[in-house]
Nanobody, 121 residues
Framework: QAQLVESGGGLVQAGGSLRLSCVAS????????MAWFRQAPGKERELVAI???????NYGDSVKGRFTISRDHAKKTVYLQMDSLKPEDTAVYSC???????????????WGQGTQVTVSS
């Protein structure tokens, strides 16, 4: 059974930066599209960013130009560099793995437990 473990969340002031990491214990990391989702209290889960095995990326409109997703195949790790953070970025961030390219969370095969990111104003 695959396992995803996130780290790197915390409290940061508006305008600051954080880097999230997600280590994937999967048989063949390269077989998976990797994504970051977030969910704030009272709001629906939304896609933050997705990256293919070859490194192609796509981002949610609210984070374009501020967040960067990347992956390291040797370490079986996906990262989310978050810059110019805003209070509205406050949410639980979860990484997920899917065998197909999809923006829809219900199509993802594996999920991490989530890490809290809080941005103070």
């Amino acid at each position: 059974q695959a396992q995803l473990v996130e780290s790197g969340g915390g409290l940061v002031q508006a305008g600051g930066s954080l880097r999230l990491s997600c280590v994937a214990s999967v048989r063949t990391f390269a077989n998976y599209f990797m994504a970051w989702f977030r969910q704030a209290p009272g709001k629906e889960r939304e896609l933050v960013a997705i990256i293919s095995s070859g490194g192609s990326t796509n981002y949610g409109d609210s984070v374009k130009g501020r967040f960067t997703i990347s992956r390291d195949h040797a370490k079986k790790t996906v990262y989310l560099q978050m810059d110019s953070l805003k209070p509205e970025d406050t949410a639980v961030y979860s990484c997920a793995a899917a065998s197909l390219y999809t923006f829809h969370g219900e199509n993802y095969d594996y999920w991490g437990q989530g890490t809290q990111v809080t941005v103070s104003s």
